[in-house]
């Protein structure tokens, strides 16, 4: 019988499956008598890791809440590159100022200069199995990159002539091109490692699109950067790795797939747990929250300026929107607003809409989006939404055999002659099938007569944002509403019946008041926030850890990642359709 020495390396690295790894080093040996084996395992977990940190944040600031200490830990390790408690200490103010209060800077810097924080979880790391006297097996230092991928050369020599022409002329590869490129490189790269992990799948990545940065960047139509730029490329070769270890247990870095039995032994109550609109901080925003109030501004004189505006509302309702002094006033307490949104734990949207009434009118709502993102969102989508709508008809009705019979049933509806609505609606409902998520993710369909007090009492609104549409089908309605937590908080209006107002509307109320894009449709959700809003961050907007099944319909984990993939090599596949075909 015969026996192999296998070392497996692991380094995982994802936006919540936070860094952590793991190595297993196994030796077995033979001789005349028999079969000596023995076995040495050491585990060092994410959760021990990422606990340390948790700790020396707490102690300096032992009030903050679970989700935002969360969110810090994540910005801590994925962005700013902390590795162990012990790195805390080079973090500066600039590294925070985005998810806390300056005064909260402060204290965690101020606590870190005074002396090391103990960060010892209460109970110890676990023992390392008993190790048999005759192993020899070494244990090395564990580092998150290996050797080798600090010298490693992508194989360019192999390269393609066509692939050569499109980089020296500095224009997108073709799609059998790229694949050429990502398979020789990966075979290169299991010349040193069987299974690559992803961090060293990261540097590959970024050789590849820092060596030609006009074929292999993710960027849009405008040219602007996805994200890091160089998402597709390491999403292709760590696919490329997983699928080339489809079959070796061994070198394979998944876990075991769940059965169906694992999920009904392991799961106490089959029903899903309650949706709530959950919160997400600063992401995308360049003034989420300002440090300094208006020249001359305290306060207390905020606050009276903030009852002004009360005043005005109860005596005038939406209408005093109009109002110029309304105008200053809402422009003057912008910071007093994000201090009331921002706060912990977060206010309910009854509750903004009680304090900061104005907020929920087209005007005031477009416009703090406005200054906290720096984006002209109605503007952005009024030039863009009907115009790419219409190319993205074109794209999938120029290769309608390639879809599935849903995205067809619903093309088919969005190419006739004498369809109602506008080729942006029509292209969003082709998009929602094209990445299988359902039109009530985000729509809701009432007949025209319907009230705001009909909406709430008769079409069970969920916690998450809707756009109730107000017509016979989606594509003929004329009128809308939005809910948020069960509630219309914008009614229908003679001058708010243009579905890009309905859509700007939507996804303004997810920035402005912090909200993560529900599970549901957030593929769709990320999909207009890169490709028509241009708001492109290195994140994603969606970190729920739980989902329902569309197979089963049961409660899943859900996989997370940076950005959605599904998102960035569709807008990959169409930038390059589009160019092909000018």
């Not at 952005?380 to 999938?396: A, P, V």
């Not at 055999?401 to 409902?429: H, I, P, Q, S, Y």
Request: net charge negative; proline share 5%.
């Amino acid at each position: 019988m015969y026996f192999c020495v296998v070392c497996v390396d692991f380094f995982h690295f994802s936006f919540h499956r936070r860094r952590g790894f793991r190595r297993i080093l196994m030796t077995t040996t033979e001789d005349e008598g028999g079969l000596r084996h023995s076995t040495l395992c050491r585990r060092f977990t994410e959760e021990q890791i990422m606990d340390s940190i948790k700790r020396a944040i707490q102690t300096a600031l032992p009030q903050l809440d679970e989700a935002k200490l969360e969110t810090l830990v994540n910005e801590l390790v994925t962005k700013v590159g902390v590795e162990g408690p012990e790195d805390l200490q080079f973090i500066q103010e600039d590294d925070l100022k985005h998810l806390l209060t300056p005064i909260q800077c402060r204290k965690i810097l101020h606590s870190l200069k005074a002396g090391p924080v103990d960060t010892q979880p209460s109970s110890s790391l676990p023992e390392p199995l008993p190790v048999a006297s005759s192993s020899t097996c070494p244990i090395s230092p564990i580092s998150p990159n290996s050797a080798w991928v600090d010298n490693f050369e992508v194989p360019w020599n192999k390269m393609r002539p066509s692939l050569r022409r499109a980089v020296d002329a500095g224009e997108k590869p073709a799609p059998e091109d790229r694949r050429h490129l990502i398979r020789v490189t990966v075979d290169a790269m299991r010349d040193h490692s069987l299974n690559p992990t992803r961090s060293e799948c990261v540097v590959v990545a970024k050789a590849i699109t820092q060596k030609y940065p006009n074929t292999f960047l993710d960027t849009n139509e405008e040219g602007e950067l996805l994200g890091c730029g160089y998402f597709s490329v390491l999403n292709q070769l760590k696919t490329r790795v997983e699928y080339l270890n489809r079959g070796n247990t061994l070198s394979r870095l998944r876990n075991p797939k769940r059965t169906q039995r694992d999920d009904e032994e392991g799961d106490d109550d089959d029903q899903p747990p309650v949706a709530t609109c959950a919160r997400r901080d600063s992401y995308g925003c360049v003034r989420w929250q300002p440090e300094d109030y208006p020249d001359g501004e305290t306060s207390a004189s905020l606050e009276e300026k903030k009852l002004e505006m009360l005043d005005i509302f109860n005596r005038e309702g939406l209408k005093g929107a109009e109002r110029g002094r309304v105008e200053d006033l809402m422009a003057i307490t912008y910071a007093k607003q994000r201090e009331y949104i921002n706060a912990n734990p977060s206010p309910s949207i009854l509750d903004v809409g009680k304090e900061w009434p104005f907020l929920f009118s087209q005007k005031f709502l477009f416009s703090h989006f406005t200054t906290l993102t720096s984006v002209e969102l109605y503007t952005r989508l009024n030039e863009d939404l009907n115009k790419k709508g219409k190319r993205l008809l074109d794209f999938f009705s120029s290769q309608i055999t390639r879809w599935k019979k849903e995205v067809r049933a619903v093309l088919k509806e969005a190419l006739k002659k004498d369809r109602e609505g506008t080729d942006g609606l029509a292209a969003m409902l082709v998009m929602l099938a094209y990445f299988k998520e359902q039109e009530d993710s985000l729509f809701l369909l009432a007949d025209v007569t319907t009230t705001p007090a009909d909406a709430e009492a008769h079409l069970s609104l969920p916690i998450t944002p809707r756009i109730i549409m107000l017509g016979e089908t989606i594509l003929s309605a004329q009128k809308w509403m939005l809910s948020i937590e069960g509630r219309v908080v914008i009614p229908t209006a003679a001058h708010l019946t243009d579905f890009t107002t309905a859509l700007a509307a939507l996804f303004a109320c997810y920035y402005v008041f912090n909200l993560e894009y529900q599970v549901e449709a957030n593929t769709t959700l990320e999909f207009v926030q890169r490709f028509l809003v241009r708001i492109n961050p290195d994140s994603t907007k969606c970190t729920a850890k739980e989902q329902i099944s569309r197979r089963t319909g049961r409660v899943v984990k859900r996989k997370n990642a940076y950005m959605n993939p599904n998102v960035i090599s569709f807008i990959r596949e169409f930038t390059e359709f589009d160019w092909l075909t000018d």
